[in-house]
């Protein structure tokens, strides 16, 4: 199978001297295409920083990340940001959701920053999958915190990435919602062979991935294929 990310010696330190902090050390992954990864680990184990650095969005201090057979800290700062936009997908704690915009706006953002038109059937079916019917022409702070949840997994699933990224999203939402929300990412995975990676404390969500990597101080302890 094709690898879509590889990680190779990566390894990120915050601070330095006394307050130096290993986040990553070391780590060497390869996720295979139309993989539903999720990453386990205690608090501060370092499953935040894996993302980010896997997503483009923050730089390791050594070691190269691979997506596509594209090596992402090469490219120039404007080539990383487009190769975001058009293969990542993110989920992320702060939702980054814009207020002055309604629902269905904030989840085509991403594509018409991209100049593209979005696939209007395709985003209607996402949206009545998430429960958001009611809300397509809410703004954002009329919402509650669930459903907000909802709208920034709406938009990271809208453009059809090769590659989505979540930092516990299900984590404002209940147990019902939580498995709503996997049963729509695993549909999606299939249908449109993504490569999901999922950052989550709960265990009912992890053992639902086809893989489970177990961090702990910065590196990988435990790779599980389920
Ligand atoms: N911007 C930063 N500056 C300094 N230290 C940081 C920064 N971001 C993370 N760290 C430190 O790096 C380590 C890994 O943090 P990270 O957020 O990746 O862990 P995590 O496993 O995602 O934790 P949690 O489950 O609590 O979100 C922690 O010790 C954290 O304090």
């Known amino acids: ?16 001297n006394e307050t130096e902090v290993y986040a990553l050390r070391n780590i060497h992954l390869d996720i295979e295409e139309g993989t539903f990864v999720t990453i386990v680990g205690k608090s501060g184990s370092g499953k935040s920083t894996l993302l980010h650095v896997m997503g483009g969005l923050e730089k390791p201090n050594s070691g190269e990340v691979i997506i596509q057979d ?10 990383l940001t487009i190769l975001r936009r058009r293969q990542i997908g993110f989920v992320f704690q702060f939702f980054n959701l814009i207020p002055s915009q309604n629902v269905y706006e904030n989840i085509i953002l991403p594509m018409r920053l991209d100049g593209r038109k979005e696939d209007s059937e395709y985003v209607e079916d996402i949206i009545r999958m998430l429960g958001l019917e009611e809300k ?13 949840q909802r709208v920034a997994i709406a938009r990271a699933l809208a453009s059809k990435p090769t590659i989505i ?8 939402l ?14 999606s995975q299939r249908r449109y062979n993504q490569t999901i990676v999922m950052v989550t404390h709960d265990a009912m969500m992890a053992n639902k991935a086809d893989r489970i990597i177990t961090i702990e101080d910065g590196q990988i302890v435990g790779d599980q294929h389920v």
């Not at 990680?7 to 990120?12: E, G, H, I, L, P």
């Not at 990224?165 to 404002?172: Q, V």
């Open 136 to 148: 397509k022409l809410s703004y954002i702070d009329e919402l509650s915190g669930g459903q907000q």
């Open 165 to 172: 990224l979540l930092d516990e999203p299900t984590g404002n």
């Open 70 to 79: 594209i090596s992402l800290y090469d490219l120039k700062e404007d080539e």
């Open 174 to 187: 209940d147990s019902q919602n939580s498995e709503e929300v996997m049963d729509l990412l695993k549909i």
């Open 1 to 16: 199978m094709k690898s879509v990310v590889k990680m190779c010696q990566v390894s990120k330190v915050y601070g330095e």
